[in-house]
């Protein structure tokens, strides 16, 4: 996965906003099995918080840091 695509998810959602797949996928113009991958990577990582269980929602954590950001800061510590 692109950190930029992650980023571009990521930035498209308003914090105490809360989105279905389907929205995120009409924001992103991209298909729903792409952004729902996106969307378990940043769940996984607190990027984002998921809501619900049948019908999964998704919102914007309070991390500061963009997930491209969190890469360059990993990257840095890991290549001095």
């Known amino acids: ?9 990521w930035t498209k ?14 924001l992103t113009e991209q298909p729903r099995s792409t952004v729902a991958n996106v ?3 940043l769940a996984n990582y607190g ?3 998921r809501v619900g269980a049948k019908e999964p929602v998704f919102t914007r954590s309070t991390v500061e840091f963009s997930p491209g950001e969190t890469i360059n800061m990993l990257n ?5």
């Open 39 to 41: 969307l378990g990577f």
């Open 13 to 26: 959602m308003t914090r105490g906003k809360y989105y279905s797949i389907r929205d995120l996928a009409n």
């Open 1 to 9: 996965m692109q950190a930029s695509w992650a980023d571009n998810l």
């Open 76 to 80: 840095c510590i890991a290549n001095p």
């Open 47 to 49: 990027f984002v918080n």
